[in-house]
């Protein structure tokens, strides 16, 4: 199994910064792309970044130039900066990632439990 566990969400004012982090930990033998999303209510959960294995990102047009994904492989951790933030951006912010639990297996989805950034006017 495999576990991913975010954190760093909260209560900011609009223009703060916030910092999310996700561990993976368990049974991986390659921690593939890694991404975030979000899902405000009554919203359908959307892509926020992607990063893969190389480094290559990916960003909704909505967050580009605000928020940068990184991630440290030897730690099996993903983070996203958010700076700039807007009321709209207010949402929970989900870890995704895509792992190969064995030599030659196909790939498997993870996903964390979410944590909430709400973003004040």
């Known amino acids: 199994q495999v576990q991913l566990v975010e954190s760093g969400g909260g209560l900011v004012q609009a223009g703060g910064s916030l910092r999310l982090s996700c561990a993976a930990s368990?049974?991986?033998?390659?921690?593939?792309?890694m991404g975030w999303y979000r899902q405000a209510p009554g919203k359908q959960r959307e892509l926020v970044a992607a990063?893969?294995?190389?480094?290559?990102?990916n960003y909704a047009d909505s967050v580009k130039g605000r928020f940068t994904i990184s991630r440290d492989n030897a730690k099996n951790t993903v983070y996203l900066q958010m700076n700039s933030l807007k009321p709209e951006d207010t949402a929970v912010y989900y870890c995704?990632?895509?792992?190969?639990?064995?030599?030659?297996?196909?790939?498997?989805?993870?996903w964390g439990q979410g944590t909430q950034v709400t973003v004040s006017s």
């Open positions: 990063i893969s294995s190389g480094g290559m990102t």
């Open positions: 995704k990632a895509d792992v190969q639990i064995r030599r030659f297996s196909r790939e498997y989805e993870y």
């Open positions: 368990g049974s991986i033998f390659s921690l593939n792309t």
